[in-house]
């Protein structure tokens, strides 16, 4: 195989275009391959291939540096870069990550996976090489997805000021991870079917010269574009037309489905090993859906990511006007969620743990100083979930937790789930944020009540003495095996469901200061500014102590969740042995 | 005069033209006399009068819902609506907020004073309003500045799949707080120039239909223009050109001196109140300039807030390419950042402590993760600088000091922030915050180190016993005088100065064990999530007692300072008494 001799983009240079179109033959192959086996992002990558075998023909990385945004698609630019085998052997699959990595090679130049950085980051790259007074091209390849982004958008307005080489290559896939959403999507449309000619130009409007590849996967017309725009002196946009999916019919057909897939079965395109068990993802969805029916101003948001929750495309129909993508678009949506509200509305913003940090300023801002009774569904929030450095779900506890007026509940199961979800749309004095458990759907084996809003409210569910467990959300399981191990021990522990991650009940905590010397809260995420940290300081100036359980501070990368937890002790048996040593001290 | 006679827009709606000329010329004449007596927002409100007026008299507010961006240029709307005895009148100039508010008025929907919002906020009005079945029209009220920022763009790409009534008017007054930065102001002035005819057009490319005023402080051709948008069933943008500072000379001349005033003689522009101390924003931009001379990879970065640490335009022209203002638009500034620091340059982003909070996901995903070398500087990071709800400094603490990776630094005193200053420059393994101190410059006393690599070592000042007090950056004079009057009780404290906020130095906190029983926290900004609570957590398994000073849990509005620290007990002789009842206890 030609990909086979390939160490370096230096034996790129060396093939014929016949040869590169081969190469790309090879690459699908392989994509397809380890996709299949091993999960990962599908259509991005292969609908990137021509294009990235020929910025490697044209351009001198890592001289000439490439930044891939959200690095969904640069599966052919590892395996250009000496990292093919990587995805020739089943064997060396997790040689590389799943996005760029520059402890992998000199041709990345920043671990990245949230969406819309990669104009902001290759800037500083331009930036700086002018600063050192050193000489190349800067390369920013973004898909059409990403431009949504707030930072992709301020990076295009900023990028014309910086009057040097820098070149941005939009892959216009005419996706995002769903459908596109936006008015910008129609200018794009009006570009292709013009030819890039049309008078109204978004990039030039940001003051950007523009060049048009109406055909995104033609190996000749991309080197001819690329080649036009080499060692430019002034920013410039090479906005290619290209089919996410190329080569994998199925991946073609049904874009968002094979936007990424956990392994399947290439002919049938089935999962391997397809999850049955219901989901608090699906429960949620299926629920709002059923609610809409009877209130019109209840209204689901998502922030391009509808699949996490499972709008299905035949879902969000339904909903009709009761569902909003506002594209990935975070910011917004948070905002705009605080405006209906505010106009009496019901919204209910779901979002993945990790990209809710993308708006702090607008949840901090638009909506709680607002005080508006918005619903904002944080999924995925769990040391467990995902383990990719860019997607940890570790952060959102002490990111929520301490901003003014938000309500921020951790419910324990299903049904105290639904009761919490159902309380915070019709509650109407703050905004209310909820953890929503991650995995399978756990049965309540308690009675749920279905009003909250005596806030800070703990829930006793055992009351014993001397330690007490403060058991939060998705740890609350934890918390009751703790306390069986407890009990075997003859340690009659209390085990407490703090259900409100944001605030203190200090009666209680006061309370149990006349039969307990030790406190342990147990939290499913990073322990530095979060849930734990509460308890300690409140109870700082008595006698109790105290024990908190959560992640150290550090940016865990590709890690085994169990070994994870036993490295910060979060396992019953190691718990329950820090208890009795302290009991016993 | 007829401003007194204006009770609510209905007044405005009898006025004939003569009459709303006349009117125009009375509220700049209450704007100028109160700001120069009282302080605030000066060029954006004198530059509105008139499209504020016309506004008033073509919608129905509050039906019609009219936001304003970052409100810098609500105050006419403010006298419209009903509040102008506090304008009017001296002693009740603080009757009314500097920014919009709802507890103040019907016809404020949101508290706003950060920037880029108003699309979004009032996309929110418009989706509720459709949700909820009602009528009348939506106005969002944009600056030309605030639309470089990321969530303004988000908002204007989202507005056209609106599909219904929603009006946002680009009050374009070719200012930013300091000049425009970015692309897109070019193509603004094109419009301009051409009427607002010319084939690139930067809101027909985000998808949104578009009208153009030349005369945007001419109230016939606003009433046309408000005329021929309202009730409009999609969205439109209504383009008007105004001039800053319209109507005082001074403000005219020099738009960004202007843009926001300290109280000031009106015929000559002069300060009433001249700060003439050295403050430490002008020391660091001072020494920056210096250090520039000698490293022409030395950058400074700012968001649109050049004036905050001193950086004058003669100063920016001085430091020329090593001087980039990204015009609104944190997000990009942090990124660039870390791209300038990956590239071999030595950026230093300078940004107000309540504006840093925008750039959360750029500071982790972008900058901390990649752990690359760039340096921030906090500016008024404190309890006691902006007392608005909207621009509070309280929480970088808690935002920034929970973040793996980021050094997080607090000096004490002036030659201590020039050593950390100069050592975050040259270090090469971690990104450093430094929080600058607040206040007039405070001279060591104390011999101050040139190296801080050692992460995370306190500096024991004085060695005392039963009490510790660490005293954070500004806290650590408090720190000092609590010292002196617990001596005074025969308490012999130890007293530290912590240095990193974003670490633990274990080896010291154990050593206290020996012979301390209480340890205090000071910090001046929230506890929750804070510096504090770190030191509560770490001691929770001992014996040691902790008390964790800093502001509470709230969203404080436009407080007294020393009330706000009383309240929050953050007084020397309150510190003392509760130490020597711990002590005794």
Redesign the interface.
Known sequence: MLIEQIQSPADVKRLTLEEMKELAVEIRTLLIEKVSRHGGHCGPNLGMVEATIAMHYVFNSPEDKIVFDVSHQSYPHKMLTGRAEAFLHADRYDDVSGYSE?SESEHD??????TS?SV???????????????KGNVIAVIGDGSL????A?????????LGTNFIIVVNDNQMSIAEN???????LEELRQSNGTC????F?????DYVYVGQGNDLAALIEAFRQVKDKEHPIVVHINTLKGKGYELAEQDKERWHWSAPFDIATGELRHPFTAETYDELTTSHLIERMKQD??L?AITAGTPGIWNWTPERRQEAG??F?D??I?E??AV???????????K?VFGVCSSFI??A???L???L???DNPATLLVLWGSLSTMTD??HLCH?DI??L??I??LVYLAPTNREEYLAMLDWSIGYKEHPVAIRVPVGPTVPATRPVPSDYSELNKYEVVNRGKDVALLALGNFFALGESVCRLLEAQGIHATLVNPRFISGVDTALLDSLQADHSVVVTLEDG?????F???I??H?????M????YGAK???ADRYDAQEFLAENRLVDTLIAEDVAT?LHA
Chains 1, 2 share one sequence.
């Not at 130049?109 to 949230?114: E, N, S």
């Not at 902001?120 to 050193?134: F, I, N, Q, V």
């Not at 008078?199 to 978004?202: E, G, P």
């Open positions: 520059p130049h920043f671990v990245i996976g949230h950085t902001s980051l290759a800037g500083g790259l331009a930036k700086g090489r002018d600063l050192m007074g050193e949504s982004g707030g930072e958008l301020e990076g295009l307005d900023w990028a014309a000021e959403h936006g008015g910008l999507y129609r200018n008078s109204n130009n978004l030039r409007a940001m003051g950007l019109p101003t209204c006007r009761q909003v506002v594209g678009a910011e917004h905002a705009l969620a605080s405006g209906i509200a505010k106009a009496g509305g919204p940090q993308r702090y300023d607008q901090s801002q638009d709680c100083i607002n450095v860019t952060f002490p990111l937790c301490n003014p007026n990073a322990l530095e500014g979060g734990g940290e509460k300690a300081r109870y700082g100036p008595s006698a102590r105290t024990l908190c501070k550090e940016f302290l």
